[in-house]
């Protein structure tokens, strides 16, 4: 009797899960599985729904083709120089927030304001800032000289000047969110545990390494997959700051890479798109298998 109460309540809670089930199976496995197969179809028309072969042509294809190879330089410089600073410098603000208790609410509020911005008008902004024009050489531009340096093109000038303002836009998008999560991380730490160490006489760097770190490592993991997770995906930003041939500015991005080969100048080709998108999946996962095991050592649940 008692077996046959647990085979309920059993089916019960996986008809409670069924919707959450099928919305994930119809639209996130099924695309992956589909994007997959496609990887493998040479020469896939999606007209016709006709291939002439299969194989790892796609792949190899993609792997040689420059722009590719352009877009993913210009990714992994991406991740690697927005997500430790954006999260480091976040970090930082946050304790400053969190020491400034009054007006702690006002400067989150002021702080989370371009998060909730419209991602093509901040980059607007950020090219009027940073673009060079017969009329001006912008407000960035004309602090350099005003400085006794040299105005740089910063959105048709040289690679460097352009990454740097990608990086630059990228992270200011980005920190306002780090922020207030780390905020809330902060405020969330037992004050017993700071007490304990002023009585110890312990120095204020040592309890910040010793005890805020710790109690928030979970917080900063989460910014951490997630930030490599969306630098990973980022397009719009390059967008709004190059336009949408990114390809001749140099500054395409994996996604910008996937998106053109369906729908740009150059689309139609949704066997190399697919194939360049389970190249970028493969990226994605590798990097946050390898955070998983790093944070087994250095996260404290």
């Not at 877009?71 to 430790?84: G, H, M, Q, S, Y």
């Not at 917080?219 to 700051?241: C, E, P, R, W």
Request: proline content about 3%.
């Amino acid at each position: 009797m008692k077996q046959k109460k647990f085979s309920l309540g059993g089916i019960k809670g996986w008809l409670y899960l069924l919707p959450a089930i099928l919305f994930l199976g119809f639209f996130m496995v099924y695309p992956l599985i589909d994007v997959f197969v496609y990887s493998f179809e040479e020469g896939y028309n999606s007209a016709s729904q006709t291939y002439f072969g299969t194989g790892l042509y796609n792949y190899s294809y993609v792997l040689h083709d420059h722009y590719f190879l352009q877009a993913v330089k210009n990714t992994f410089i991406l991740v690697v120089i927005t997500v430790p600073l954006s999260t480091g410098i976040a970090l930082l603000i946050s304790v400053a927030l969190s020491s400034i208790k009054p007006l702690r609410n006002l400067f989150q509020t002021v702080y989370f304001l371009p998060y909730v911005t419209n991602t093509l008008a901040v980059g607007l902004v950020f090219m009027i800032l940073f673009k060079k024009t017969a009329y001006s050489d912008g407000l960035i531009n004309l602090l350099i000289t005003w400085f006794g340096g040299k105005s740089v093109d910063f959105i048709d000038g040289p690679y460097w000047a352009k990454m740097f303002v990608l990086c630059f836009y990228t992270i200011w998008v980005v920190m306002p969110f780090k922020i207030l999560i780390l905020t809330s991380a902060l405020s969330s730490v037992n004050e017993e545990y700071y007490k304990a160490a002023k009585v110890d006489g312990t120095s204020k760097f040592r309890t910040f390494v010793r005890i805020t770190l710790p109690m928030i490592s979970p917080m900063i993991f989460y910014l951490i997959i997630t930030g490599f997770i969306g630098a990973f995906k980022a397009y719009s930003d390059a967008v709004a700051l190059f336009g949408t041939n990114l390809n001749a500015a140099e500054m395409n991005t994996i996604v910008g890479y996937v998106y053109d080969m369906l729908y740009g100048d150059s689309g139609g080709y949704p066997s190399y798109a697919s194939a360049a998108a389970i190249i970028l999946f493969t990226i994605v996962l590798t990097i946050t298998c390898i955070n998983l095991l790093v944070s087994k050592k250095n996260v404290h649940y």
